[in-house]
């Protein structure tokens, strides 16, 4: 039945595609009708479905996943605060005088408020609504402007404490887990903080890339901008907003406190500023709280939707049969890395990052681990190719979320050609990482590189490890 | 009015009244810092509370998504199907996906949720009461579903004008 489990996760594609429902809805219908096929043609023991509600369980009480709320509540209220606007006009201020600043504060913008914002969708938002009228005015051709909102937009995918990043942390600890488990190895099992600075200098190489990009690319412009006029409110909401920001990365990446708790200080912050300035009463913040739990809503559902399929491949053995695919590519590290890549980034055609995240790393990474020792590594390579996944045309979803908002989108053709040099930037990137894993252990200490196996492993020792490692759960009592 | 009507009303005021959850959440996850590193009390029980609060905020929250349309979909073909035929698609979505995995997982969890509501759970790691609503919302998640799913399953398909 090792097998059908790829099936399953082809008509989940086709399912996506071709129905228009939920991927959610789509995930928990074939996991369904997967277990059924089971179930009748008698091949797997249907009764492990019996864990369902205990993973679920573990999902509700999950410390790490309350930071999701916060971010989503986060971005919502950036969007009704006049934060961005007054980062924008600093950042236009301090930069000299040229046809590129409009272009190059639009990236920096994205920098700063994509780990506040923590999701893509609040950063397209946010963005669109400060940068685009501003582009559109100095003559920017739509092209430009939605290539530069789309990237920009992404920028906080790699910034810690970005949602996406305390997601993949998350099932990353998990794979892990899994992966040192079954092979033995003495290593330390990665925590969000790892990824956190294992992301850092990538992130910064990244940023720099695209803000000379953007220099570049925005000498085309039409006319040199007259920066706008820096209010003194607005010069000091954007010194508070960076100090807080500051402290923030700071505070997470030096352990103070937790990725939880900083995004909890940003949104209490933003909170209290709200209401202390009147700029939300209680409409507003009946908005903001009614689109934060449908927003928190849609990527929970996935997110249990994705741990109800996975359940059932596993139930399958479609993780076993994974596991010998990845242990058959032949070659070096490089090579298995690449081809675990080359797969996300197929799914990235059909999946968003959040599906990926959710379906496909807990079944293609665990295996990956158990074969490259180096979990930081591989965890940045994840990262990078889910960012490169929201910019992937056609269904990237930044790409589709700034079509969408634009009130005058551009032809995809043309906005294309524009995102060209940012698409290739990141793919050199990634490139760079992958050939260069020591990129990924600035700052860290030589005994804390993850070890190699003391001896090699043969696929049936691992798959036998594996399943002492998930043994039945028990049968629920009948009474 | 029909009992669709009462169901439709009853699950909009029931997540009109958990999104104001994110409230407390926001402010006690807040509070954990300070609580902790600073006044060096309470840190725990904050903690707790803020656990109990997201997991009846993530329980509504996935039907909250259903009704305002944030679940992240692709357009890209079914943006050519007419309204009548998207509304059918979402129908046979609620029946042969969501409907059924409510009901397993009422049923696959009754054991486990009805225990801890018997001997009122606590906390595993601080003592500290309350653990049992936690396993509570997975029912209240279950049964929002269930009946958001009878609403989609229900509802009249508009007639097809395109």
Redesign the interface.
């Known amino acids: 039945m090792e097998w059908t489990g790829m099936a399953l996760l082809l008509l989940v594609g086709v399912g996506?595609?071709?129905?228009?429902?939920?991927?959610?809805?789509?995930l928990?219908?074939v996991?369904?009708?997967g277990a059924a096929l089971g179930w009748a043609t008698g091949t797997v023991p249907i009764g492990l479905?019996?864990a369902?509600?205990?993973r679920?369980?573990n999902?509700?009480?999950n410390?790490l996943?309350?930071a999701l709320?916060?971010y989503v509540?986060m971005g919502l209220l950036l969007n009704r605060l006049p934060v961005a606007d007054a980062l924008y006009r600093a950042c236009s201020a301090i930069l000299p005088r040229s046809r590129s600043a409009p272009l190059v504060s639009g990236m920096v913008l994205g920098a700063l408020l994509g780990p506040m914002n923590g999701s893509v969708g609040a950063s397209v938002l946010g963005l669109s609504r400060v940068i685009s009228p501003r582009l559109n005015a100095e003559g920017v051709t739509p092209a430009i402007r939605d290539a530069v909102v789309a990237v920009a937009s992404t920028l906080g995918v790699l910034v810690p404490p970005s949602l996406v990043l305390i997601l993949l942390s998350d099932t990353m600890l998990s794979a892990h887990t899994l992966a040192v488990t079954q092979t033995g190895r003495a290593d330390r099992v990665i925590n969000t903080q790892d990824i956190f600075h294992a992301a850092l200098l990538p992130a910064g190489l990244f940023l720099v890339l695209c803000v000379i990009l953007a220099w570049i690319v925005g000498r085309k412009a039409t006319r040199t901008v007259k920066p706008e006029p820096l209010t003194v409110s607005q010069g000091l909401v954007a010194a508070t907003a960076l100090v807080a920001l500051v402290l923030l990365l700071g505070g997470v990446a030096a352990g103070?406190?937790y990725a939880?708790?900083a995004?909890?200080?940003g949104?209490?912050t933003l909170?209290a500023s709200g209401l202390l300035t009147r700029r939300l009463n209680y409409t507003v913040?009946?908005d903001v709280?009614?689109?934060?739990?449908?927003?928190?809503?849609?990527l929970?559902?996935?997110l249990?939707a994705a741990t109800?399929f996975t359940l059932v491949l596993r139930i399958l053995g479609t993780d076993r049969l994974v596991n010998n695919l990845v242990g058959a590519i032949p070659g070096h590290d490089v090579l298995a890395v690449a081809g675990v890549l080359a797969v996300i980034g197929a799914c990235a055609f059909?999946l968003?990052a959040?599906?990926i995240i959710f379906v496909i790393v807990p079944i293609v990474i665990p295996p990956l681990l158990i074969r490259v020792a180096d979990a930081r590594w591989v965890s940045v390579l994840v990262l990078l190719t889910l960012q490169a996944s929201f910019l992937l045309p056609?269904?990237g979803y930044a790409l589709m979320m700034v079509r969408g908002t634009a009130q005058n989108p551009a032809p995809l053709r043309l906005m294309l050609r524009a995102l060209a040099p940012f698409l290739a930037a990141q793919w050199l990137l990634l490139m760079i990482v992958m050939f260069e894993p020591s990129l990924v252990h600035f700052g860290q200490g030589e005994g804390e590189i993850g070890r190699a196996p003391a001896k090699d492993l043969s696929n049936e020792e691992i798959n036998r490890r594996l399943k002492e490692m998930v043994p039945p759960p028990s049968m629920?009592?009948s009474n | 009015m029909s009992w669709l009507c009462r169901l439709d009303r009853v699950v909009g005021r029931i997540?009109?009244g958990?999104?104001?959850l994110?409230?407390p959440?926001?402010?006690l996850?807040?509070l954990?810092?300070p609580l902790r590193?600073i006044f060096r009390s309470y840190s725990r029980e904050a903690?707790d509370l803020?656990?109990i609060i997201?997991?009846l905020?993530?329980?509504?929250?996935?039907?909250?998504?259903?009704?305002?349309g944030?679940?992240?979909?692709?357009?890209?073909?079914?943006?050519y199907?007419s309204r009548r035929v998207?509304v059918r698609?979402?129908k046979i979505?609620?029946l042969?996906?969501?409907a059924?995995?409510a009901l397993?997982?009422l049923l696959?969890?009754?054991?486990?949720?009805v225990s801890s509501l018997q001997v009122r759970e606590a906390f595993p790691d601080t003592g500290n009461p309350g653990y049992f609503i936690?396993?509570l919302?997975?029912w209240i998640?279950a049964i929002t579903i269930l009946a958001q799913s009878l609403l989609e399953i229900m509802r009249r398909a508009p007639r097809d004008s395109a």
Do not use: C
């Open positions: 996506i595609i071709g129905t228009g429902l939920p991927a959610a809805v789509v928990v219908a996991a369904l009708f479905l019996w369902l509600p205990g679920l369980i999902i509700l009480d410390d996943l309350q709320p916060l509540t103070y406190f939880v708790e995004a909890a200080m949104a209490f909170l913040l009946r709280f009614h689109d934060a739990i449908a927003i928190t809503g849609a929970f559902s996935l249990v109800t059909v968003d959040f599906e056609p269904f629920p009592d | 997540i009109a958990a999104q104001w994110a409230l959440l926001i402010i996850l807040f954990q810092w590193d903690n803020g656990q997201f997991a905020f993530v329980a509504v929250s996935v039907t909250a998504a259903t009704r305002a944030t679940h992240l979909t692709a357009d890209a073909i079914a943006q199907y998207r698609i979402r979505g609620a042969i996906g969501l059924p995995w397993f997982i696959a969890s009754k054991s486990v949720v936690i396993k919302a997975l998640m």
